[in-house]
Structures are given as C-alpha cells and as structure tokens.
C-alpha cells in the first residue's frame, strides 16, 4: 500500500492505476494528542498501525483527489534524524576518486566504514510537491537519488537479521549536496536539499529492498542508472550500523546512498526519479528567493 501526505497536511493512500489519492484524513485522528514535551519521533509512523487500520476502513467511501491536483509532501512530517550512508555504491566511490569536483582533495575516499554515516539537518526535508531551492547557484550542486528507508519502529542495537522489522516503508530520495570541503552536515543541510517521497510504500507491499532499479535523469537524460543490490552495505547493514551509535525512531528516514553519475543540476532543471516498486517523480530545480 502507498501512504502519502499532501496539500495542506492530509493523509492519502494513493490508487497509482486510477491516477488518484483517496483522502484519508479522519484516521489522523487516532493520534494521541500531545502534550509537551512531544514524544521522540514521527507520531505518524509511531501510530502507523492504527491509523492505517482506519484509513483502510474509511478508503471505500473516501473522495478521491486526482494526481494533477495533490502536492505531495514528505511522508513523514516529524524525523529526529535523516540519515545518510556516504561512499556506499563501488561506482560512486570510484567516480569521487577520479572527479576533483566531488573529491575536493580527500584522498580517504576508501569504505563506508572508514566515513561512519552522517546526518542531515531535518529542516531540510521536503516532498516532491515542493522544489528545490538551489542555494550558493556559484557552487557545484549535485543530485543524489537515493532509496529512502522509513523506520516505523524504535530501533536500538538491530541486527541484519531483525533489521527489515523495523521497517515502516520505502520511498525515494534525493541527497542534494553543494560540492566543496566542508562539513557534509553543512553542505548537505541547506533547506530544501532532502526530499522524500511522493509517497511511502509499506515494507509488506516492498519487501525485498535488496535488488530494486533506480534511474535519475535531467531533463530527460539519463544521468544515474543503478541497482540497489550493488549497495556496499545493505538496508539490513545500514540499520544494525546506524544503531550501533543512535537509536533509530519512528519517522527516522535512511539515506542508503547514491551510484555514479551525480551531477550538477541548475535553476530550471527538472529531475526525473524513478525507483523501481515506489515509482516515477519529477522533482523541478528553482534557485533561492530571497
Ligand atoms: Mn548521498
């Protein structure tokens, strides 16, 4: 099943063969209200069993929104952490060590486990109903697609093997990033720089993240052509090692890396996603207004 958030905070389950999202909303309502301070985590996600209970119950007679006129947000409203797995496809790395534009003068560009995984500020996050707002247009800026891993479980010292358990879903996702020297959590934070989406595909719907198509293109040309089974460190890997250090929330969003063929994307751009099992998004490039 395909969960999204959209236009002004509704909760949709989208119909990808009628082109529509049947609007959910009421089930929200099965959130316990809060008070402060709030709970660690997307209580979305924390919740997600009941609300969905409901949204399935009140899918046959919802009204239904047609694709064209639903803004997507990201599924998730409220991550503690968006996670990122640097230097974690072969190709990738071997393009970082042959493009100074990328590498910047490292010369550590060895294994994921020399780098540790790095984290993205969450104001960073948007969905595909947004855009990109490029900051520093002087700079490099990259896309970066990416499979995005949404936890629906707190998560704390996972194994490979219990790993997928704490799975809520899948989505896509873009790791914007401003080439340069600095701090990853610097050039990587900028608002509008992680987007996710359009819309999350629960982990019993896609169950196998191991082997899964992605295809990023610019303008209709083909930029990013990969396969997630040649990840350095697989989903299940990703999890037992982030949560060697943190524990992982409900909501918490996992950016498992990027294949070669990042590159710089300009205002005006749009760039064309796809994610074999999530499906097909463009996502438009503007620069920052002031
Ligand atoms: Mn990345």
Same mark, same amino acid.
């Given at each position: 099943m395909k969960f999204c958030r959209f236009n002004d905070n509704r909760l949709g389950i989208v119909d990808v063969d009628r082109n529509e999202v049947i609007d959910v909303t009421p089930a929200l309502d099965l959130i316990p209200p809060m008070r402060y301070p709030a709970p660690l985590g997307d209580q979305l996600m924390a919740n997600f069993a009941e609300v969905r209970k409901k949204a399935e119950a009140l899918a046959a007679s919802a009204p239904r929104v047609g694709l064209e006129a639903v803004?997507? +947000?990201?599924?998730?409203?409220?991550?503690? &952490?968006?996670?990122?797995?640097?230097?974690?496809? #072969?190709?990738?790395?071997?393009? =970082?060590?042959?493009?100074?534009?990328?590498?910047?003068?490292?010369?550590?560009i060895?294994?994921?486990?020399?780098?540790?995984?790095f984290l993205k500020a969450t104001s960073a996050l948007i969905g595909f109903g947004d855009e990109v707002k490029l900051r520093m247009p002087d700079r490099r800026n990259d896309h970066e +697609?990416?499979?995005?891993?949404?936890?629906? &479980?707190?998560?704390?010292?996972?194994?490979?093997? #219990?790993?997928?358990?704490?799975? =809520?879903?899948?989505?896509?996702?873009?790791?914007m990033t401003i080439r340069g020297k600095q701090q990853t959590c610097w050039r990587k934070s900028v608002d509008t720089y992680a987007v996710c989406g359009p819309w999350m595909v629960t982990s019993d719907e896609l169950t196998d993240p191991s082997s899964l198509d992605l295809v990023l293109k610019v303008n209709g040309e083909t930029r990013q052509d990969s396969n997630t089974k040649y990840l350095v460190y697989s989903v299940p890997r990703l999890i037992e090692y982030a949560t060697e250090m943190y524990t992982l929330y409900p909501g918490d969003i996992i950016l498992t890396g990027t294949p070669a063929?990042?590159?710089?994307?300009?205002?005006?751009?749009?760039?064309?996603?796809?994610?074999?099992?999530?499906?097909?998004?463009?996502?438009?490039v503007a620069r920052e207004y002031a």
């Open positions: 803004k997507f +947000l990201s599924p998730v409203g409220n991550p503690t &952490k968006i996670v990122n797995a640097p230097i974690n496809y #072969d190709d990738h790395i071997s393009e =970082a060590k042959a493009d100074q534009g990328i590498a910047h003068g490292r010369t550590n060895t294994h994921i486990s020399d780098w540790g995984l +697609l990416e499979l995005a891993v949404i936890i629906g &479980k707190t998560c704390h010292k996972a194994t490979q093997a #219990d790993a997928l358990s704490y799975v =809520a879903g899948y989505a896509m996702g873009l790791d063929g990042v590159g710089p994307v300009v205002p005006g751009d749009v760039m064309n996603c796809y994610i074999e099992g999530i499906g097909a998004r463009d996502m438009r």
